[in-house]
């Protein structure tokens, strides 16, 4: 059985409404109630994930927790509901209809950071080549109104 990313969406809508939570099918300023669910749902999704990882956050910084401390099971679980809060996200502020178009977009985009010399960060994230321009969306939230 094959799971699309509109199945996706319906399922979170479903879930939103049960939970009663805000859903807007048309580009929506949320109240202050509404950002600051999203943003405590995305934090503790995130915070899960980061735990799951074996890492701690402790005073702004990542501190290893040891490999003993890794759990794989835990890990997929925050990585999959931090997709269902961002989803979620879009559908409360009336984006979700152009997830797909804007997902397409992005990934594309990420892309063009491969072509060329690579740098990295301390960290080993990838950095921005000089000739790489942001992705343009603007079109895309304009159909949402």
């Known amino acids: 059985m094959s799971y699309s990313l509109s199945d996706h969406v319906n399922a979170?809508?479903?879930?939103m409404v049960g939970a009663r939570q805000t859903v807007n099918s048309k580009l929506t300023d949320l109240s202050a109630e509404d950002r600051i669910l999203r943003a405590s749902l995305i934090l503790e999704?995130?915070?899960e994930a980061?735990?799951?990882?074996?890492?701690?956050?402790?005073?702004?910084?990542f501190l290893d927790a040891g490999q003993e401390n890794v759990n794989p099971v835990?890990?997929?679980?925050?990585c999959c509901d931090m997709t269902v809060i961002a989803t979620g996200g879009l559908v409360s502020m009336?984006?979700?209809?152009?997830?797909?178009?804007?997902l397409q977009r992005v990934d594309a985009n990420n892309l063009t950071k491969l072509e060329?010399?690579?740098r990295y960060n301390e960290?080993?994230?990838?950095l921005k080549p000089p000739h790489y321009k942001?992705?343009?969306?603007?079109?895309?939230?304009?159909?949402?109104?």
Do not use: W
């Open 50 to 61: 980061i735990h799951a990882l074996g890492v701690d956050f402790v005073l702004g910084k």
């Open 116 to 118: 060329g010399e690579r």
């Open 12 to 15: 979170v809508e479903t879930l």
């Open 45 to 47: 999704e995130a915070m």
């Open 94 to 102: 009336g984006l979700s209809n152009v997830f797909e178009q804007a």
């Open 134 to 145: 942001p992705v343009v969306l603007t079109d895309l939230v304009e159909k949402c109104k």
């Open 123 to 126: 960290l080993g994230k990838l």
């Open 74 to 78: 835990e890990y997929l679980d925050a």
